[in-house]
């Protein structure tokens, strides 16, 4: 399949500049509804910062599917206009929880709702549906809502270092996009293009020391455009393997989460009580500074993406390869850092 790959440039840059050019409004937006997180037991920032940086990176995104749907005509589709739809609803309720700190409750409740909107205007993982699971396509709709609630989750529990939710999205955004290029997805491709162009253009502002964060108003946004990238694009075209790649495509915030859970669990506290047993957390408690944790991060990040796009183009040595320099990477990592305590 050939690709338009002008239009996907122009959807990145676009997304790029404007997210960069409109983040001090949004810290001038902050400052006025004094959205501001001050300094807290289980946070990272000595000083107060400014939170809805996720105003910029939703401009950015939305200007740049403006221009790019231009020219797509699979972005003047009921599906197309769920995901706007799902995807206005998870924004506001975002920038009411950095004004407000709504409940965790009412918040499960909206993505619930924003999952149902998705749905109901097309868009579902379809694996269920292929051979010796075709008696299971009841079961479509609610996994949907299930995987959009917990991308949206996850990528909202990572963004608790400077840099983190934005370099993690991004990298996780293209490795998306290069899997929708294999797989020729031209709408889950312009998606996953703006989502990268947009959290790079924030990153120069909310990388240590932050300027400004991101709040619910970007996480929460940013989980979901994953969440609903990788069902139009990878679910729908990569059979059985779909799952093994949009879960090692997310991999950090899939597994960070899935361990919270099971951690709060086993610790008999609620499961969506705030703890500070994070990843992230746990580095920097090691004693990494911010910015060397969050330079692993990415790195755990980066090498589970390149599995999955080496994977899909069934190159299983260089897999294999990778994979074990990786982990010998980090453990030699962590056994000089053992020593140098």
Same mark, same amino acid.
């Given at each position: 399949?050939?690709?338009?790959?002008?239009?996907?440039?122009? #959807?990145?840059?676009?997304a790029?500049?404007?997210?960069?050019?409109?983040t001090?409004?949004?810290?001038k937006?902050a400052?006025?509804f004094?959205a501001?997180?001050?300094p807290r $037991?289980?946070?990272m920032?000595?000083e107060?910062?400014?939170?809805?940086?996720?105003?910029?990176?939703v +401009?950015?995104?939305?200007?740049?599917?403006m221009?790019?749907?231009?020219?797509?005509?699979?972005?003047?589709?009921k599906?197309f206009?769920?995901?706007?739809i =799902?995807?206005?609803?998870?924004?506001?309720?975002?920038?009411? !929880?950095d004004v407000?700190?709504?409940?965790?409750?009412?918040k499960l409740? /909206?993505?619930f709702i924003?999952g149902?909107?998705v749905v109901?205007?097309?868009t579902?993982?379809?694996f269920?549906?292929?051979?010796?699971?075709?008696y299971?396509?009841v079961? $479509?709709?609610?996994?949907?809502?299930?995987?959009?609630i917990?991308?949206?989750?996850?990528?909202?529990?990572?963004d608790?270092?400077?840099g983190l939710?934005?370099?993690?999205?991004?990298?996780?955004?293209?490795c998306?996009?290069?899997?929708?290029i294999?797989?020729?997805t031209t709408?889950?491709i312009a998606?996953?293009a703006? +989502?990268?162009?947009?959290?790079l253009?924030?990153?120069p502002?909310?990388?240590?020391?932050?300027?400004?964060?991101?709040g !619910?108003t970007?996480s929460?946004?940013l989980g979901y455009?994953?969440a609903?990238?990788?069902?139009?694009?990878?679910?729908?075209?990569?059979a059985?393997?779909?799952i093994?790649l949009?879960? +090692?495509?997310?991999?950090?915030?899939? /597994?960070?989460?899935?361990?919270?859970?099971?951690?709060?669990a086993?610790?008999?506290?609620?499961?969506?009580?705030?703890d500070?047993?994070?990843l992230?957390?746990?580095?920097?408690d090691? =004693?990494?500074?911010?910015?060397q944790?969050v330079?692993?991060?990415y790195?755990? $990040?980066?090498?589970?993406?390149?599995?999955?796009?080496l994977i899909? /183009?069934?190159d299983?040595?260089?897999?294999?390869i990778v994979f074990?320099?990786?982990m010998?990477?980090? +453990?030699?990592m962590? #056994?000089?850092?053992?020593?140098?305590?």
């Open positions: 399949m050939s690709h338009d790959w002008l239009l996907y440039m122009t #959807a990145f840059a676009t790029f500049g404007v997210t960069m050019a409109t001090p409004l949004a810290r937006i400052y006025k004094k501001v997180d001050y $037991s289980r946070g920032n000595k107060p910062v400014p939170l809805m940086g996720g105003i910029a990176i +401009l950015g995104f939305i200007v740049s599917l221009i790019t749907g231009l020219f797509v005509n699979d972005f003047k589709t599906q206009a769920g995901f706007l =799902g995807g206005a609803i998870i924004f506001f309720v975002g920038m009411l !929880d407000y700190e709504l409940g965790p409750k009412f409740f /909206m993505q924003v149902l909107v109901c205007t097309g579902k993982i379809d269920i549906m292929w051979p010796y699971w075709q299971l396509k079961l $479509s709709a609610p996994i949907t809502i299930m995987w959009i917990g991308l949206i989750n996850a990528v909202n529990l990572i608790g270092l400077d939710a934005a370099g993690v999205t991004s990298i996780a955004a293209i998306l996009m290069v899997l929708c294999l797989s020729g709408v889950a998606l996953t703006a +989502l990268a162009g947009a959290c253009g924030f990153l502002r909310n990388f240590s020391p932050a300027e400004i964060y991101m !619910d970007g929460t946004f455009v994953l609903v990238a990788s069902c139009i694009g990878v679910f729908k075209s990569y059985i393997l779909s093994v949009s879960v +090692l495509a997310m991999a950090l915030p899939i /597994m960070d989460s899935a361990f919270a859970i099971i951690r709060r086993i610790n008999h506290k609620p499961i969506m009580m705030a500070r047993g994070h992230h957390h746990r580095l920097i090691a =004693g990494y500074s911010n910015k944790a330079a692993i991060l790195g755990l $990040s980066l090498a589970s993406s390149v599995v999955a796009v899909a /183009m069934k299983y040595r260089a897999t294999i074990f320099f990786f010998i990477l980090l +453990l030699m962590f #056994a000089y850092k053992s020593r140098t305590k």
